[in-house]
């Protein structure tokens, strides 16, 4: 991910399950996008012993559900671009469960926010440190030409 850190960099969604990355064939030939979607139906992509494989409408469902301007908590977020939203497992089984309590559902964003932007924070601060290292090496080779008479 580090190598991704720096300008007009643009994550837009945090799975590539939506296109097609991560896809899980249970034994009976159903396909699901990702192994945390498996038993989920309205994620089932399909059967590939069947003729319905692929069901277009699910992926491009998904594509528009998780892109990160339009999940809950993260229009508004600095950091959006960066995660992409983060891996939609937890939104999809914990909170769009309605029987979750309310610091069950807190405990979830928090997860899903605090770590990544803590990772963020630290791959930046890395970045700034490689940059300073790389001007200041460059500064002294510059001072050291400057004072060579031949």
Not at 101 to 125: H, K, Q
């Amino acid at each position: 991910f580090a190598s991704r850190v720096g300008g007009g960099a643009k994550v837009t969604q945090g799975c590539g399950a939506p296109h097609g990355m991560t896809p899980v064939v249970q034994c009976d030939g159903r396909v699901y996008p990702c192994i945390y979607r498996v038993g989920m139906e309205r994620f089932l992509l399909g059967n590939v012993l069947e003729e319905d494989f692929p069901k277009p409408g699910v992926c491009d469902w998904m594509v528009r559900a998780l892109h990160v301007d339009h999940l809950e908590g993260c229009a508004g977020c600095q950091w959006r671009y960066m995660c992409g939203g983060n891996c939609p497992m937890l939104r999809f089984t914990v909170l769009e469960n309605k029987a979750i309590s309310p610091r069950v559902a807190e405990y979830t964003r928090a997860i899903m926010c605090d770590y990544p932007r803590r990772v963020f924070e630290l791959l930046l601060w890395e970045k700034g440190r490689d940059a300073a290292a790389k001007h200041e090496r460059s500064s002294s080779t510059e001072a050291a030409d400057r004072g060579r008479i031949c």
